[in-house]
């Protein structure tokens, strides 16, 4: 017999890999207060009603970070697909090796520049476990 799964909302939040010249991949401990508070994360967020994945990021990455980016910097790399317990998490996954400004915590979260083998020491949520892996490959 088949368990039914109800169906669920899905979410598209799209995220990045931010590589520095060192080949480190920037993470954010998501702060307390939050959902899933104390996990690392890639940067980025919800995508809006009618925005793109790339111009959420943009904005997201200016609102967290600090930082500028460009459509042109963000290279579409894998995504994850999740199910949660009360909704279905799509997520792009990107990466960018050039932006303008230096990232800084805007919003109380911790950031930590991590070599992409070190990704799997950090707790992170379960969508963004298997995309250590592919990073890992691809650095």
């Given at each position: ?99 303008r400004g230096i990232p800084f915590p805007k919003e109380g979260q911790t950031l930590k520049w991590v070599r992409a ?23």
């Amino acid at each position: 017999m088949q368990t039914v799964i109800p169906p669920r909302p899905i979410v598209l939040v799209a995220a990045v890999a931010l590589v520095d010249d060192d080949n480190r991949v920037l993470i954010s401990q998501r702060p307390e207060g939050k959902s899933m508070a104390g996990l690392w994360e890639f940067p980025g967020g919800k995508v809006e009603a009618a925005e793109t994945p790339e111009a959420a990021l943009i904005r997201e990455l200016k609102e967290e970070l600090d930082i500028d980016v460009t459509e042109a910097c963000l290279a579409p790399f894998t995504f994850a697909s999740h199910a949660y317990e009360t909704f279905h998490l799509l997520m792009p996954l990107y990466v960018c090796r050039r932006w303008r400004g230096i990232p800084f915590p805007k919003e109380g979260q911790t950031l930590k520049w991590v070599r992409a083998v070190r990704l799997g020491d950090y707790e992170m949520p379960p969508a963004d476990v298997p995309l250590i892996a592919m990073l890992r490959d691809l650095l």
